[in-house]
T-cell receptor, first 116, second 111 residues
Framework: DTGVSQNPRHKITKRGQNVTFRCDPI?????LYWYRQTLGQGPEFLTY????????KSRLLSDRFSAERPKGSFSTLEIQRTEQGDSAMYLC??????????????FGSGTQLSVL | QKEVEQNSGPLSVPEGAIASLNCTYS??????FFWYRQYSGKSPELIMF????GDKEDGRFTAQLNKASQYVSLLIRDSQPSDSATYLC???????????FGAGTRLFVKA
């Protein structure tokens, strides 16, 4: 399979618990994004990596959110002490920069988080 | 002011008509512009991209870009019920900056 893979597809947790999501990008892609999407809204930028370097983290993101991409391969997104407002679809996308210009994102199926 | 703005809709058009979707952006440094389609319960998928002022056609889709007005549009000719989805406008600066999305416009094509 050459697509972007995300696990788990669904996660139900209680408020205050920690959760971790995983994203496996398309193998030749060096850039990886995390977005969050709620109903009726577009994907909201959270953070992105080029290889293993985290280039930017959204100012809207609290310190409870952390992401890693060890060795520039898969990535994990951890949310500590979850709150009901964290309930959303978490989307991962990967891309490659063609001559530093074209960036076409390929999305995974997402992880739907429900915080009770 | 949001970085990328779209009318949330819904936009309803009859089958066979032209659907026109619009998007404005605030960052004058933006140089790459994309349209993604998202079906209900699915992830976004890229359908069009444009970098230069003017029109770009791909099948029934035409993307239009006016950098002076900071305006991007997507025309869907001969709209089909299968085109019913949310259309997301996205922008990026050349050279390694992040891609930012608008809130999307919901399109309904009535059979």
């Amino acid at each position: 399979d050459t697509g972007v893979s995300q696990n788990p597809r669904h996660k139900i947790t209680k408020r205050g618990q920690n959760v971790t999501f995983r994203c496996d990008p398309i193998s030749e892609h060096n850039r990886l994004y995390w977005y969050r999407q709620t109903l009726g809204q577009g994907p909201e930028f959270l953070t992105y990596f080029q290889n293993e370097a985290q280039l930017e983290k959204s100012r809207l993101l609290s310190d409870r959110f952390s992401a890693e991409r060890p060795k520039g391969s898969f990535s994990t997104l951890e949310i500590q002490r979850t709150e009901q407002g964290d309930s959303a679809m978490y989307l991962c996308a990967s891309s490659s920069l063609d001559h530093g210009t074209n960036e076409k994102l390929f999305f995974g199926s997402g992880t739907q988080l429900s915080v009770l | 002011q949001k970085e990328v703005e779209q009318n949330s809709g819904p936009l309803s058009v009859p089958e066979g008509a032209i659907a026109s979707l619009n998007c404005t952006y605030s960052d004058r440094g933006s140089q790459s512009f994309f349209w993604y389609r998202q079906y209900s319960g699915k992830s976004p998928e890229l359908i069009m991209f444009i970098y230069s002022n003017g029109d770009k056609e791909d099948g029934r889709f035409t993307a239009q870009l006016n950098k002076a007005s900071q305006y991007v549009s997507l025309l869907i000719r001969d709209s089909q019920p299968s085109d019913s989805a949310t259309y997301l406008c996205a922008v990026n600066r050349v050279g390694g900056f992040k891609t930012i999305f608008g809130a999307g416009t919901r399109l309904f094509v009535k059979a």
